[in-house]
């Protein structure tokens, strides 16, 4: 099993700057794609920033120029940099990691993981 640990949210006003970090834990053989999602109020959950372990990035158009995903895959952590940050960034942020984890038996499967959420809000 596999444990995301989420941390970072908070209260800004437009313009500033949050960063978001989430570290995983467990029996993980190795990370395929390290991410962050969102959900706005009465939204759809939305891909927000994903890293490949080659560190290949993807970002909402939204936040393109403003936001930088970041990760250390020796350690498992995967970053969110948010600037800039406008009023329509508000909502919780989670964490998703996608990998293998080794098993009891030298078994490996694959992982697909969320964190608990973490709330950003952006007022004017």
């Known amino acids: 099993q596999v444990q995301l640990v989420e941390s970072g949210g908070g209260a800004v006003q437009a313009g500033g700057s949050l960063r978001l970090s989430c570290v995983a834990s467990g029996n993980i053989f190795s990370v395929n794609v390290m991410g962050w999602y969102r959900q706005a109020p009465g939204k759809q959950r939305e891909l927000v920033a994903t890293?490949?372990?080659?560190?290949?990035?993807n970002y909402l158009n939204s936040v393109k120029g403003r936001f930088t995903i970041s990760s250390v895959n020796a350690k498992n952590t995967v970053d969110l940099q948010m600037n800039s940050l406008t009023v329509e960034d508000t909502g919780v942020y989670y964490c998703?990691?996608?990998?293998?984890?080794?098993?009891?038996?030298?078994?490996?499967?694959?992982?697909?993981?969320w964190g608990q959420g973490t709330q950003v809000t952006v007022s004017s």
């Open positions: 890293i490949t372990s080659p560190g290949n990035t």
């Open positions: 998703n990691v996608h990998g293998i984890v080794r098993r009891a038996g030298s078994v490996f499967s694959p992982f697909d993981s």
